[in-house]
């Protein structure tokens, strides 16, 4: 993922928040597979890797690796990663504290969308790619070949704006 192209999405479910660098057509994916009614992040990232594998498990890699060393606080050379500058390599990370809080709102070049699995409702704090829509289509690739989906939110969601 080029470093200039990519939204911040941030994911809250039940148990928590997560932070990660979304590629321009992360967050149509996600628009996709969350009507589906997940009630966890994890069971959503899992549907989206059908449709980029790549970019899902390397996000699932870097939570893990996040989990792994910041149990009740972060760690001191996590905060330094935290607060870098985006870049293809700026991992994912869950919401903690007041330092991750802050970065969380912190959007991508692309801009910042909310998936709030709790409340069902996708909210497009700044978008500058394509506003996402209640019933579209996108693209993805599987082994190099490109492949259509459709979509349509359930009325039981909420799409602001």
């Not at 997560?18 to 969350?34: C, E, I, R, W, Y």
């Not at 893990?64 to 001191?76: C, G, Q």
């Not at 996108?138 to 359930?154: A, H, K, N, Q, V």
Request: net charge negative; hydrophobic share 40%; charged share 30%.
């Amino acid at each position: 993922m080029p470093a200039l192209d990519f939204f911040r999405v941030n994911i809250i479910d039940e148990r928590s928040t997560l932070s990660l660098l979304a590629p321009p057509h992360g967050p149509k994916m996600l628009t996709a597979v969350v009507g589906l009614d997940f009630a966890s992040s994890r069971d959503l990232l899992e549907a989206a890797a059908g449709m980029d594998e790549s970019w899902i498990r390397g996000i699932q890699a870097q939570l893990a690796m996040f989990d792994e060393f910041n149990v009740d606080e972060l760690d001191a050379d996590w905060r330094e990663i935290i607060e870098r500058p985006d870049s293809a390599v700026h991992p994912a990370f869950r919401v903690i504290d007041q330092t991750t809080r802050e970065r969380s709102l912190l959007r991508g070049s692309l801009g910042l969308i909310v998936f709030n699995l709790k409340e069902r409702r996708i909210i497009q704090v700044q978008n500058e790619w394509s506003d996402l829509q209640r019933h579209d289509t996108g693209r993805y690739r599987i082994d190099g070949e490109e492949r259509t989906f459709s979509y349509s939110l359930p009325d039981t969601w909420t799409l602001v704006p």
